[in-house]
T-cell receptor, first 117, second 114 residues
Framework: GAVVSQHPSRVICKSGTSVKIECRSL??????MFWYRQFPKQSLMLMAT?????????EQGVEKDKFLINHASLTLSTLTVTSAHPEDSSFYIC?????????????FGPGTRLLVL | AQSVTQLDSHVSVSEGTPVLLRCNYS??????LFWYVQHPNKGLQLLLK??????LVKGINGFEAEFKKSETSFHLTKPSAHMSDAAEYFC????????????FGTGTQLKVEL
């Protein structure tokens, strides 16, 4: 149980275009999902917390108009990188909050590798 | 505020020998602690978690960790390393009852040699 998927696994796009990444909890409902960014050989950086049915909460320094997050259902959150530029190239990872016995645990998706040319 | 320090950025062991990955945390409140593993170009997989129950936590693939409040440590161990254990390991802390915002350590790259 507690499986999280991401789609696509990798994407290459031209500078100026927008890219949408999907994050799904496959066998549980997640009120809260998270989006992270990871640069090569570095740790994960939290970008935003996505709550079902409400606006996402962005971390300091993350542009909310550039990284649009939608969490329309309890099993799906999307991250759209708008007007992508080469500096947006990165590994994007989502996670979903799984609550059992009152304990919250984040389960992570396999990540999406974005390359902006 | 909470923080995590992973003392070693790289650890190298021989196959069949013990593994020790060190982690110290700082938290003003009762923390939950996790170890995640990341294989190259993959997402993170939960190895084990401590949530104020037993201080010795057993995880998957033979890993375990011991929560030591007096030392503010949560070191990850395995009696015998396998080649498939080579990966990046992250120690992570969150505040119990404080939402589930995670704070990640900088990671330890484990290399397993023949």
């Amino acid at each position: 149980g507690a499986v999280v998927s991401q789609h696509p696994s990798r994407v290459i796009c031209k500078s100026g275009t927008s890219v949408k990444i999907e994050c799904r909890s496959l066998d549980f409902q997640a009120t809260t999902m998270f989006w992270y960014r990871q640069f090569p050989k570095q740790s994960l950086m939290l970008m935003a917390t996505s709550n079902e049915g409400s606006k996402a909460t962005y971390e300091q320094g993350v542009e909310k108009d550039k990284f649009l997050i939608n969490h329309a259902s309890l099993t799906l959150s999307t991250l759209t990188v708008t007007s992508a530029h080469p500096e947006d190239s990165s590994f994007y990872i989502c996670s979903a909050d799984y609550v059992t016995g009152g304990i919250q645990t984040q389960y992570f998706g396999p990540g999406t590798r974005l390359l902006v040319l | 505020a909470q923080s995590v320090t992973q003392l070693d950025s790289h650890v190298s062991v021989s196959e069949g020998t013990p593994v020790l990955l060190r982690c110290n945390y700082s938290s003003s409140y009762s923390p939950s602690l996790f170890w995640y593993v990341q294989h190259p170009n993959k997402g993170l997989q939960l190895l084990l978690k401590y949530t104020s129950a037993a201080t010795l936590v057993k995880g998957i693939n033979g890993f375990e960790a011991e929560f030591k409040k007096s030392e503010t440590s949560f070191h990850l161990t395995k009696p015998s390393a396998h080649m498939s254990d080579a990966a990046e390991y992250f120690c992570v802390v969150s505040l119990t009852g404080g939402g589930n915002k995670l704070t990640f350590g900088t990671g330890t790259q484990l290399k397993v040699e023949l």
